[in-house]
């Protein structure tokens, strides 16, 4: 005869035959960590697993050893396994954690970490400099994460003028260290490329298991551009880091190590004016003293002649136009350096008039209006604020008109 029963009933159901088999209800499990987080409340949420299976966890905060919970690490759990109502997921209880090892994706970084080490591959005198104002930047990394306009909000904030391609990559998973090496390698194949950044948000060890492969380490190796590797947050190390030219804590912190600020930029620039004109200022201040000197010798020797203090007269108006005229023309060049850095400025640019066009899909800055087409979903910018607009028609300009 079938029975009827309510989702609630039947999990109730279960999580008491569990709860009632004394075989289950004391348990020591064996496994490793992975995907460890902590609640606010103080319960400790993870998974063991082995080779071939995983089983979610918990140990609530009244448990102990959960400063043993270290992803990549092997644990011994001491608890029972039950149902969690909720979800109806299978869930292990635990009540005291204790070491019991490293585990296997551990054993795996370490040994290849020392392999690699042997062979050079993290040696610093190989490391290179990072560009002071890289032109062109490619960035590695997935276009559908957050991590990536995090990215470009940073760079867009610190200097604008910079050019960034994007190598969309799988960065988790499934073939993800190809991926990753494949983008090095046809990033390395463009002839005007200063810098290549990796970079992927936090997560377990599995998930940033992909810049721990080989694979990408020697690509990284082998890369003719400078590599910031920027995976996961401060406290994850991978292979990418020991090998990249720079490790950067976080994927916004490479941004700021990639870029410089333009208000900087302009601040340098105005102290290097400053510093040549007070040395063209002490140049005529000492040219003044020497004429000067030598001025009132030639009025002692020749006090009395005339012919000679003509003479003198027109050198002193010749060294004095002379010295207007340079005064003139530094001045002229400085107030040119002025206005050629006024045209740098981005935000002055748009304040005259100008709009800045972008897709609204990648951000992109639309250079030709051939790349536009009906339905594309543009932002028109200037200084004051964006407008969204849909593109209703594209009218080209006729040759001649």
């Not at 020392?114 to 591959?121: R, W």
């Not at 200063?194 to 080989?214: K, Q, T, V």
């Not at 040395?279 to 201040?285: D, F, P, R, V």
Request: net charge neutral.
């Amino acid at each position: 005869m079938d029975i009827t029963l309510t989702v609630t009933e039947l999990i109730k159901y279960i999580q008491k035959k569990f709860n009632q088999d004394s075989y289950l209800s004391s348990v020591q499990l064996v496994g490793e960590v992975s995907n460890h987080h902590a609640s606010p409340a103080g319960h400790h949420y993870f998974s063991l697993k082995d080779e071939e299976s995983v089983i979610k966890c918990v140990l609530f905060a009244r448990g102990s050893g959960q400063h043993h919970l270290i992803d990549g690490d092997s644990i011994l759990a001491d608890g029972k396994i039950s149902i969690y109502q909720a979800r109806g997921d299978l869930q292990f209880y635990a009540d005291t954690i204790s070491p019991r090892g490293e585990g296997t994706l551990q054993q795996k970084f370490e040994k290849l970490k020392l392999e690699l080490e042997a062979q050079g591959l993290f040696d610093e005198s190989r490391k290179r400099n990072i560009p002071d104002i890289p032109r062109v930047i490619g960035i590695v990394t997935s276009k559908t994460g957050s991590v990536l306009q995090d990215i470009l909000n940073v760079m867009k904030r610190r200097y604008s003028k910079i050019k960034i391609i994007v190598a969309d990559t799988r960065v988790q998973g499934e073939n993800a260290g190809e991926s990753i090496s494949e983008s090095i390698k046809n990033l390395n194949k463009l002839n005007n490329l200063d810098l290549i950044i990796l970079a992927r948000g936090g997560g377990s060890l599995e998930d940033l298991w992909p810049f721990n492969e080989e694979i990408v380490a020697r690509s990284i190796f082998a890369s003719s551009v400078p590599i910031i590797s920027a995976v996961g947050h401060e406290t994850d190390f991978t292979i990418s880091d020991l090998v990249a030219d720079l490790r950067a804590p976080t994927p916004s912190v490479a941004a700021e190590l990639s870029t410089p600020d333009s208000n900087q930029l302009k601040k340098l620039v105005d102290n290097r004016l400053s510093e040549i004109l007070s040395k063209i200022n002490s140049k005529i201040y000492n040219l003044n003293n020497q004429y000067s000197m030598s001025l009132d010798r030639l009025l002692s020797y020749r006090s009395n002649t005339s012919f000679y203090k003509l003479k003198i007269d027109t050198i002193k108006n010749s060294l004095i136009n002379k010295l207007e005229s340079k005064i003139i023309k530094s001045k002229l060049i400085i107030q040119d350096i002025e206005n050629s850095l006024k045209h740098l400025n981005f935000d002055e640019t748009l304040a005259r008039g100008f709009f800045m066009t972008s897709k609204k899909e990648d951000n992109s800055l639309v250079k030709d209006i051939t790349k536009i087409k009906q339905g594309d979903h543009l932002i028109i910018s200037n200084n004051q604020g964006s407008i969204h607009t849909e593109t209703i028609e594209v009218i080209k300009r006729r040759p001649n008109a």
